[in-house]
């Protein structure tokens, strides 16, 4: 049983996001992408700057075996992003909701993220699809 | 409903990703496919290849026959046991698979064909046989291959009597039978090993007690990047019926001498060799970070000329690799394309690891 956090939001396409203090969200992909992606050997992270829009493909994680799209969850403007995961691409797998955090951005419209999945909705969609 | 090995309940009980392969369903990796890799290349690691088929020759004319079907020719096999690596072709020079086949003792050999080609090979052997005195027999055993520099340490300390003495003075590319079992030191991952195969019903007790002594159970996963880091081609990936072995890296494989010798496929491949072949497969290192993918397209001097085939991280090396099939005259800075981004790629002669060595 993968572990979903009762404090985030998730996205369809198994992306988690985090509500940071000053205004920003935190991004990243769930425990049961991270399993079901098996071990992470490299990152490709968004230009800090770039504006996204809500579903683009703006991050590439790629397994042993294959390469996923990470989409936005929200649209927004790239913050930050994870410089670590360049040589610790495993930290996704280890520590999906922590130190495996992928970028961060600022929301366009913060009222787009409550219509978001929260944990348990989550949780009910990889039941379905497993 | 996909086919399933007689180790598949030990397969989920070993917490198995099973995924379909060629209508099998098999083991992807058990927990983490790094780790699978990692066992094999240093210590020891088992798979389930059951998947593929073992299909015996026997007659009067296996031998005629099976000189005539493959292009590599099994007169060399001088003595019973011996094993070859082949392609068989159409007409045209096409790969229709790939294969291992053992002389056993009499006028018998042993083909080992791939899961996903194992019908149409068949079918494709049987008519051939109608004009020879032979008979093609497709067997359904089971098949677990041991590997890793410690795998025949392992394997010898289960067999006992003449069984182990047999085994034991075994050389590389070579087979002994006991009854109805089978051993060869052969694989597909550039590490010393046995391929066992046996009866089905004899599959999961030994799958057990090779579980018992230390030994990993390894998925298709690590299967594939050990493959890829021993320069071995992938049937269906790296060829098919539209590449020849001269466009596969495997001329070496084409038995040319005696020259008398017919075999299908001949007089296609003669031509493409004196006109030269028009694509070529080459080994490729990424020194930059990125992973190389099958179908990425790959550059030379700014220029298309062709795509990867196989392409992968590499564990051992920490790095991607991967064969790409490019036009034979592409000579200069070879690069691939990876959504977009333009990196350099390095050609290198596989294997990329010889023995658990990086060799790039």
Redesign the interface.
Known sequence: MSNTPAELKYAPTHEWLRREQDGTVTVGITDHAQAALGDLVFVEVPEIGRQVSVEEACAVVESVKAASDLYAPVAGEIVAVNEALADAPEQINEDPYGAGWIFKLRPSDEAAIDKLLDAAAYQAQIAEED | MLQRTPLFDAHLRAGA?MVDFAGWEMP??YG???EEHRRVREDCGMFDVSHMRAVDVSGEDGTRFLRYLLANDVARLDAPGRALYSCMLDESGGILDDLLVYRLQGERYRLIVNAATAEADIAWLQRQAAAYDAAVTPRDYALIAVQGPRAREVVLSMLEGDARGSAERLARFAAVEFGEFFVARTGYTGEDGFELMLPQAGAEPLWTRLREAGVAPCGL?ARD?LRLEAGLNLYGQDMNRDTTPLEANLGWTVAWEPAERDFVGRAALERQREGGAPRRLIGVVLDA???L?PHQTVLVDGRPCGELTSG??A?TLGQAIGFARVESGAEGEFEVDI?GRRLPLRVVKPPFVRQGRPNI
């Open positions: 990703r992807l990796h983490s496919q790094l996963g990047t970070k990125g992973v993918r992968s991280f564990p959504r």
